[in-house]
């Protein structure tokens, strides 16, 4: 079995920044990719982020040049370091980890107030 430990998440202004954490533990064999998820209410999820297992990310055109995505191969953990947040920003973030099947966060939430 594997648990995720997602934490950073919290209420920020607009323009700020936060920092979120997602930690793999238990039967951990290869990790491929790493990914952040967002959901804010009444919409669907979608993809913020993705870092696979060589380092290559991708985004989101909405958060291009504010969120960054890192992975800490030794520890696996996956950071999203979110700068210049804006209200559309408010969503619950779900770290996302692909090995032989997907697993999911329990989701922490990410307020930003204008």
């Known amino acids: 079995q594997v648990q995720l430990a997602e934490s950073g998440g919290g209420l920020v202004q607009a323009g700020g920044s936060l920092r979120l954490s997602c930690a793999a533990s238990?039967?951990?064999?290869?990790?491929?990719?790493m990914a952040w998820y967002r959901q804010a209410p009444a919409k669907q999820r979608e993809l913020v982020a993705v870092?696979?297992?060589?380092?290559?990310?991708n985004y989101a055109d909405s958060v291009k040049g504010r969120f960054t995505i890192s992975r800490d191969n030794a520890k696996n953990t996956v950071y999203l370091q979110m700068s210049s947040l804006k209200p559309e920003d408010t969503a619950v973030y779900y770290c996302?980890?692909?090995?032989?099947?997907?697993?999911w966060g329990q989701g922490t939430q990410v307020t930003v107030s204008s």
């Open positions: 238990g039967s951990i064999f290869s990790i491929n990719a």
């Open positions: 996302n980890v692909l090995m032989s099947k997907t697993y």
């Open positions: 870092i696979t297992k060589g380092g290559a990310t």
